[in-house]
C-alpha cells in the first residue's frame, strides 16, 4: 500500500499515527496536492490528501475511510465493529475532525490578505475550538483512554487534533483545560505520536 500525502496535514498525520500504532507495511510518500503536477487529483477528484493506494490498485480517500480500513487489517481494532462503543468512537472522531477544519479555515482566512478578510471567519471558527474544547474536557474520562480501558481511535483522532490547535492556532487551552492538557501530553508520548508529529511543532 501506498499512502499519499503532505507531514503537516493533520489528516495525513491520523492515517500516519494508526499505521504506527498497528504496524502495518504501508509507504509514506510526500505529495502537494496544491502542485501544478500532483499525483493528488488523479487519485482523488477533491484533489485532498490522504490518498491511500491499495495492492489492487484501488485508491481509498479521506481520513476516516482510510483509518476504518487500515485498522480493519490487523487485530485488535481501535474502532469497535458495532454497538454503543462504536456510535461513541465516531462521535469523538467526528468532534477532533470539526476541530481540524475549523483550525484550518482559520488558518486559511488568516492568510488572506487583510483587506479581504472576513470578520466573521475567524471569530466563528474560534468559537468551534472553544465549545469542542469545552466538549472534550467536560466528556473526559479519569482515565488515560478516553473510552473503554485501552487505546482507541477516539484517542487518536483528538490528540491528533489538540496537537494540530498547538501547531496552527497556538493559544492557551491548557490555561482553561488542564486535565485536558495532562490527558493530550500523555497519549502525545506515545511513539506514533511523536514520529508522526511535523517539521516545527511547538512542543508542549
Known amino acids: 500500500m501506498k499512502l499519499y500525502g503532505s507531514l503537516t496535514s493533520p489528516y495525513v498525520r491520523k492515517v500516519r499515527v494508526l499505521v504506527r500504532e498497528k504496524n502495518l507495511a504501508c509507504e509514506f510518500i510526500l505529495a502537494d496536492a496544491w502542485a501544478a503536477d500532483s499525483p493528488i487529483p488523479p487519485l482523488n477528484p477533491l484533489g485532498k490528501v490522504p490518498a491511500l493506494v491499495l495492492d489492487n490498485g484501488e485508491v481509498l480517500f479521506d481520513s476516516p475511510v482510510i483509518v476504518e480500513y487500515l485498522d480493519s487489517l490487523k487485530a485488535p481494532p481501535l474502532l469497535p465493529a458495532s454497538g454503543e462503543a462504536r456510535w461513541q468512537a465516531l462521535r469523538w472522531q467526528a468532534l477532533a475532525d470539526g476541530v481540524l477544519d475549523a483550525v484550518v479555515s482559520r488558518l486559511l482566512e488568516s492568510r488572506r490578505p487583510a483587506a479581504q478578510q472576513s470578520a466573521e471567519t475567524i471569530p466563528r471558527q474560534e468559537a468551534k475550538i472553544a465549545r469542542a474544547l469545552e466538549y472534550a474536557d467536560h466528556h473526559l474520562s479519569n ?40 490527558w493530550c501530553a500523555g497519549i502525545g508520548a506515545r511513539p506514533a505520536f511523536v514520529e508522526t508529529r511535523p517539521p516545527g511543532m511547538e512542543q508542549k
Open 143 to 182: 482515565g488515560p483512554w478516553l473510552m473503554s480501558d485501552r487505546f482507541t481511535v477516539a484517542d487518536l483522532a483528538v490528540a491528533v487534533a489538540l496537537e494540530y490547535i498547538d501547531f496552527r492556532y497556538p493559544h492557551d487551552w491548557r490555561g482553561r483545560h488542564p486535565r485536558l492538557g495532562e
